[in-house]
Structure formats: C-alpha cells, structure tokens
C-alpha cells in the first residue's frame, strides 16, 4: 500500500517519528493508503526550509514567481485524469464532478493568481506640493496555510497559490482525511522546479500539526478553512499573537424562493445547489425557503427530482450523489435527521444511509434527504449539517422570510430566486451573508471577494483581497521641500 510522504525543503521525506495513520477510501470503507502522523518537529522543518527561502522568493521578479505558477497550472492540466482520480478515491466525490470542478479550478487558482500578481499595484498619495506617500506592499513572510476535506485540492490551491506568488513561502496542511491530492501536488512542484522550501506540505493530525504551525512563534499569518469551531480555536491561539488571520468557516446557508421565480431553472439549480458533492460544499443552501403559493408545487417536484438521483460509487458514469467523506461524518449526518425526526421533523425522501452492492458495501453512501415541517428555530434548521439534507419551510412575505433567513449564526451565502428586480435587491441588501445569488448558484468570478459574515469568519480570499492579505502595506511619507 502507498505511503505518502511529507514535502519539505523541495523534497519527499518520511516523518521524524516514522509513525502513520489510515487513509481511507470512503467508497468502500477500507483503508488503501497511509499518510504521515506528522508532528510540531516536522513543523519545525519545514519553518526551517521556508524562512530559509523567503527572502529569495519574495525578492524574486514577480514574472519569475508567475512563471512558476503557471507551469504548475499546466501541470495540473496536464495531470487531470490522474488527480481527478485520487480525489475521487480519497473524498467519495463523483469522478465526473472532480473532472469538471475540482481539478480544473485547482489549475485556474494557480493561472488566476499567478497571472494576477502582474497587475497587482499599489497606491500613492499626494499631499500637494509639500510630500507624497507611497505603500510598499511587502510579502508578510511565512505563511501557515490549512485547508479542509470537501473540496481537497480546490480549496487547497486557492490559499497556497496567492500566498506564493505575493512572494510568501508557505508550511501547509491540508485535511488529514483526504491527503492525496496535495501529495500529488508536491510531486508536480518537483517537477516544475519551484525553488526548494517555497512550499512546504506537512501532513497530519489538526490537533498535531495544525496546532503546531497556528502556534508556531515565527509564522506571522493564518490563512484557514474549516469548520467554525476549530476556527475559534485557531484565533484564540493567533489572536494574542497578533497574527494576521483569514477565517473561512461553516455556513447554514439559505435558498429563497419566490413564486415568480423562473421555475424550471430554479428547480434543477435548487438540486445542484442542495446535493452536489453529497452536499459538502460549505455553499450549499440547506435551508429551502418556499413563497406559500408555490410551496406544495415546489416540494412535490423536487421531491420527485431527488427520488431520481442515482447514488453510487464515485467511478459509476451514472453517480450524482457519491460516498460522504468519513464514517464519523456519515454517522453525524445521519444523527441529525434523527434529531430532526425528534423535532417533529418529517421525512419526505432519503432519511437513510444507503447500502450498496458488493465491494461498496461498507462505503458511507446516504440518500439525499429532504425534511419538511420544522420550525426555523430549531437545532436541524440553525446547525450545520453538511450532507445531502435539505430542510423546506413555507413564508408569506419578504419580512418574514428574511428574518427567518438571518435567524442562524452563520452568514456564508445564501441564494435569491425571484423575477421581481426591485425585490432581488432589496433581498440582496437586507441578507446577512457574504455572498448572495440571485437566479443562481455557485457562480464565481474569481476577482470577487470571497467570505463569510458572523460565525462563517473573518477576512475575504478572491482576487487582490487575498494579495491584501498575503502582504503587509507600509506607507512611505517623502517631504518634497
Ligand atoms: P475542520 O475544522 O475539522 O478541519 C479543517 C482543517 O483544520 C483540517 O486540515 C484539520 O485537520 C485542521 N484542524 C483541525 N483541528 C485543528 C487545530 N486545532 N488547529 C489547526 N488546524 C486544525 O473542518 P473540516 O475539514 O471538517 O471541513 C468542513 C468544514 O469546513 C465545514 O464546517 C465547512 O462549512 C467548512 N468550509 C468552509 C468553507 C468556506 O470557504 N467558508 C469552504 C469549505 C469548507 P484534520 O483533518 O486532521 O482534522
């Protein structure tokens, strides 16, 4: 079986402790491969490597660092089959999806950022005639870069490709749960040449190695995704430190649908947007919010609609809903639409984990799930869930819908259905999120900022908001007489 391996100073290298842990494949619930049980002295390596390299990096001509970049995109390309594979194989997700989604938009972060940096500029500011000041924006340093499961190699480039090209070098580690394709991204960072120490790839536990680069005394800056209680964690560590910190955390996100909505496009977007990747994309509208005069159309339809999903194994041609990541997770999943049936929740379709035929048996599969009949107050309707379950509720008008809507403590996304140009926004102002879709989802501009309101974090990533991040602003005063 593949043991991956830690890629530190430019280089695969074992843990210092030699000790590994099971990597699952959630399809088939058997292990297939182990990662490093990596710990804070692989941290210190890797600290070592990228201070060592910082000052190189940073001072290096940013056409330089950009050529990096987009050779690794080509790489990443170049690679798709093979890494849509392994994401499929690490996180259960659809072969067809990672194909089309993950790894696609992994190669675009490098070109998007590794691009971008050519046009990131500064300002200066004149005070007439008596002096000007100018910002020199300066990479921050070494940058500590943690991502989560759902969205492996995605969210992963996503942080560290500004990072690099901002001119930081980077101690990363993604989710000890899907490993693989970050491992796969060292072997293309040797490839490409990138200078050694750049980039760093500590694998291993968040209670170890997270721990251990979000308290490391020496790395300035916390670039995390995850869930909103590890993140309150990670501040109450980087806080007192005076850490620079980007939070992207959990999110209980709403879809409002009005009745002079588009129909057809709002019914087939609200699948995609309820079910796609198993429901694990910290985007997806877990709260259906239905105008009263369409309710009994809409759930009768979608609940049609969610019947007719085919869940399957990730490879199957044929699979939209694939394997949850984990077995604690599918167990979570499944313990809340227990709960929600003890709220006086009904069940309108799925409510079960779904057991496959022959090898896949034992893999975590669970039928979408549709709930109708809860309160919006209650725990199932204000918690995250994050799985293929869906909560539908009726409103009678924009005041209601839109108190129930900022009811929870997230404030991530949230999507808006209606033909009605005034309304939309009037909605879009009043919600509280991050990020508002009006007749669709999951569209993304990279240029955008990108985050969350409440307790879905602190900061934004997209365009030259994450180059704001990655370096530190200095403003230079000259008196000119
Ligand atoms: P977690 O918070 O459990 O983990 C995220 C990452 O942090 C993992 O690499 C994890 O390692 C690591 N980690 C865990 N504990 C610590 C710690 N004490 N110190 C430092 N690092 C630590 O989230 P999940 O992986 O379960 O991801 C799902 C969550 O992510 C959901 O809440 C989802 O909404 C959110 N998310 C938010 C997004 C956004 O953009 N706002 C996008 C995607 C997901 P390990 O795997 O070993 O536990």
Same mark, same amino acid.
């Given at each position: 079986?593949?043991?991956?391996?830690?890629?530190?100073?430019?280089?695969?290298?074992? $843990?210092?402790?030699?000790?590994?842990?099971?990597?699952?494949?959630?399809?088939?619930?058997?292990?297939?491969?182990?990662?490093?049980?990596?710990?804070?002295?692989?941290?210190?390596?890797?600290?070592?490597?990228?201070?060592?390299?910082?000052?190189?990096?940073?001072?290096?001509?940013?056409?330089?660092?950009?050529?990096?970049?987009?050779?690794?995109?080509?790489?990443?390309?170049?690679?798709?089959?093979?890494?849509?594979?392994?994401?499929?194989?690490?996180?259960?997700?659809?072969?067809?999806?990672?194909?089309?989604?993950?790894?696609?938009?992994?190669?675009?972060?490098?070109?998007?950022?590794?691009?971008?940096?050519?046009?990131?500029?500064?300002?200066?500011?004149?005070?007439?005639?008596?002096?000007?000041?100018? @910002?020199?924006?300066?990479?921050?340093?070494?940058?500590?870069?943690?991502?989560?499961?759902?969205? $492996?190699?995605?969210?992963? @480039? *996503?942080?560290?490709?500004?990072?690099?090209?901002?001119?930081?070098?980077?101690?990363?580690?993604?989710?000890?749960?899907?490993?693989?394709?970050?491992?796969?991204?060292?072997?293309?960072?040797?490839?490409?040449?990138?200078?050694?120490?750049?980039?760093?790839?500590?694998?291993?536990?968040?209670?170890?190695?997270?721990?251990?680069?979000?308290?490391?005394?020496?790395?300035?800056?916390?670039?995390?995704?995850?869930?909103?209680?590890?993140?309150?964690?990670?501040?109450?560590?980087?806080?007192?430190?005076?850490?620079?910190?980007?939070?992207?955390?959990?999110?209980?996100?709403?879809?409002?649908?009005?009745?002079?909505?588009?129909?057809?496009?709002?019914?087939?977007?609200?699948?995609?947007?309820?079910?796609?990747?198993?429901?694990?994309?910290?985007?997806?509208?877990?709260?259906?919010?239905?105008?009263?005069?369409?309710?009994?159309?809409? !759930?009768?339809?979608?609940?049609?609609?969610?019947?007719?999903?085919?869940?399957?194994?990730?490879?199957?041609?044929?699979?939209?809903?694939?394997?949850?990541?984990?077995?604690?997770?599918?167990?979570?999943?499944?313990?809340?639409?227990?709960?929600?049936?003890?709220?006086? +929740?009904?069940?309108?379709?799925?409510?079960?984990?779904?057991?496959?035929?022959?090898?896949?048996?034992?893999?975590?599969?669970?039928?979408?799930?549709?709930?109708? +009949?809860?309160?919006?107050?209650?725990?199932?309707?204000?918690?995250?869930?994050?799985?293929?379950?869906?909560?539908?509720?009726?409103?009678?008008?924009?005041?209601?819908?839109?108190?129930?809507?900022?009811?929870?403590?997230? +404030?991530?996304?949230?999507?808006? *259905?209606?033909?009605?140009?005034?309304?939309?926004?009037?909605?879009?102002?009043?919600?509280?999120?991050?990020?508002?879709?009006?007749?669709?989802?999951?569209?993304?501009?990279?240029?955008?900022?990108?985050?969350?309101?409440?307790?879905?974090?602190?900061?934004?990533? +997209?365009?030259?908001?994450?180059?704001?991040?990655?370096?530190?602003?200095?403003?230079?005063?000259? !008196?000119?007489?």
């Amino acid at each position: 079986m593949q043991y991956i391996k830690n890629y530190i100073n430019g280089e695969l290298v074992e $843990p210092i402790s030699k000790n590994y842990i099971d990597n699952y494949d959630p399809s088939r619930g058997n292990v297939y491969s182990y990662i490093p049980d990596s710990d804070e002295q692989d941290v210190e390596l890797a600290y070592s490597a990228a201070n060592a390299a910082f000052h190189e990096w940073s001072n290096t001509p940013k056409d330089v660092r950009s050529k990096y970049l987009l050779k690794i995109a080509e790489l990443i390309e170049k690679n798709l089959d093979k890494l849509a594979l392994a994401e499929s194989l690490d996180n259960g997700k659809p072969l067809k999806l990672a194909k089309l989604v993950d790894i696609p938009r992994a190669a675009h972060n490098f070109n998007f950022y590794g691009t971008g940096i050519l046009h990131y500029a500064a300002h200066a500011h004149s005070m007439e005639d008596s002096a000007i000041n100018y @910002t020199l924006r300066q990479a921050v340093g070494v940058a500590g870069c943690i991502s989560p499961w759902n969205l $492996p190699l995605y969210l992963f @480039t *996503w942080k560290i490709a500004p990072a690099l090209a901002a001119g930081c070098t980077v101690v990363a580690k993604p989710s000890e749960i899907t490993p693989m394709t970050a491992y796969l991204l060292s072997e293309i960072c040797m490839e490409a040449g990138l200078p050694k120490g750049v980039l760093n790839i500590v694998h291993g536990l968040g209670g170890k190695v997270g721990n251990a680069i979000v308290s490391h005394k020496n790395i300035p800056l916390i670039s995390f995704t995850g869930g909103t209680v590890t993140g309150k964690q990670i501040a109450s560590i980087a806080a007192p430190m005076f850490k620079k910190l980007s939070l992207e955390l959990g999110g209980k996100n709403p879809n409002i649908i009005f009745a002079d909505c588009d129909y057809e496009k709002m019914l087939h977007t609200t699948i995609n947007s309820s079910f796609q990747n198993q429901g694990q994309i910290c985007l997806c509208g877990s709260r259906i919010f239905v105008e009263r005069g369409l309710y009994e159309k809409f !759930k009768n339809d979608f609940v049609a609609l969610t019947k007719k999903l085919v869940v399957g194994a990730p490879l199957d041609d044929k699979t939209r809903v694939g394997a949850v990541v984990s077995k604690p997770h599918m167990e979570k999943v499944l313990s809340y639409i227990e709960l929600a049936q003890k709220e006086g +929740g009904k069940i309108l379709c799925g409510g079960k984990r779904k057991i496959l035929e022959g090898e896949f048996a034992e893999g975590y599969y669970i039928e979408p799930t549709v709930i109708e +009949g809860l309160p919006y107050n209650c725990r199932t309707n204000q918690e995250e869930i994050f799985g293929p379950v869906v909560t539908i509720m009726p409103f009678d008008t924009e005041e209601e819908v839109l108190s129930m809507a900022n009811s929870v403590v997230y +404030g991530l996304a949230s999507t808006v *259905w209606t033909e009605h140009l005034t309304r939309a926004h009037r909605m879009a102002a009043n919600i509280h999120a991050g990020i508002v879709w009006i007749n669709c989802w999951l569209m993304r501009d990279l240029r955008t900022p990108f985050g969350g309101v409440k307790a879905s974090g602190v900061g934004r990533e +997209g365009g030259f908001e994450a180059f704001d991040f990655f370096t530190e602003p200095k403003n230079v005063c000259i !008196k000119l007489k």
